[in-house]
């Protein structure tokens, strides 16, 4: 059963903490990124990943951090640097980070600070 | 700066109706569009993609045309039905830069 899958669908963390947000995927693809999404707002890009052991800062990158040691995955930290975390986060792949290529998106990880 | 544009109301409509929904972009000149469906909750799922020199590309009950002249895209669902409601993004792509819409969520009333 070939697919994206992101852990844990719901996140609590108090101020000063940081937290890792799972995505691993089987699809075999190259790249993958992370979005934030949040109310009557576009999806936006916080970090992508086009290679193994390789990674870009996307549109709002400050306060997150990445590592893709694997191909199968691309965790996601958000520190306490990050000023508003409270957000839906969306893992994503594409077969290559070519021009025009489908997204895959996870299921999602609902950061709520407390 | 890039912007997207996207109805912020919910559209509401009956079922059996056709479905219209609206991407409007500036200061962009994507060679792709991409649009997404995008239930409560879930990650958004691909739909339809549309190049730069297509007007049109239909899938089963879904059109999409692109007027780069206008800077917009068209989404439109035939005999919509209840299980088309969601919210639906469009995606401009251009380089290596994906730029999501805020979606625009649609009911479909039985």
């Known amino acids: 059963d070939g697919g994206i899958t992101q852990s844990p669908k719901y996140l609590f963390r108090k101020e000063g903490q940081n937290v890792t947000l799972s995505c691993e995927q089987n699809?075999?693809?190259?790249?993958m990124y992370w979005y934030r999404q949040d109310p009557g707002q576009g999806l936006r890009l916080i970090y992508y990943?086009?290679?193994?052991?390789?990674?870009q800062k996307g549109d709002i990158a400050e306060g997150y951090s990445v590592s893709r040691e694997k191909k199968e995955s691309f965790p996601l930290t958000v520190t306490s640097a990050q000023k508003n975390p409270t957000a839906f986060y969306l893992c994503?792949?594409?077969?290559?980070?070519?021009?025009?290529?489908?997204?895959?998106f996870g299921p999602g990880t609902r950061l709520t600070v407390l | 700066s890039q912007k997207i544009e996207q109805n912020s109301e919910a559209l509401n409509i009956q079922e059996g109706k056709t479905a219209t929904l609206t991407c409007n972009y500036t200061?962009?000149?994507?060679?792709?569009l991409q649009w997404y469906r995008q239930d409560p909750g879930r990650g958004p799922v691909f739909l339809l993609l549309?190049?730069?020199?297509?007007k049109e590309k239909r899938k089963e009950r879904l059109k999409v045309t692109f007027d780069t002249t206008l800077k917009q895209s068209l989404f439109h669902i035939t005999a919509s039905q209840p299980a088309d409601s969601a919210t639906y993004l469009c995606?401009?792509?251009?380089?290596?830069?994906?730029?999501f819409g805020a979606g625009t969520r649609l009911f479909v009333k039985a």
């Open positions: 995606a401009l792509v251009g380089g290596f830069k994906t730029i």
């Open positions: 699809l075999n693809h190259d790249a």
């Open positions: 549309i190049r730069e020199n297509e």
């Open positions: 994503a792949s594409s077969i290559g980070g070519t021009l025009g290529d489908t997204q895959y």
């Open positions: 200061n962009y000149s994507p060679a792709y």
């Open positions: 990943s086009q290679i193994v052991n390789d990674f």
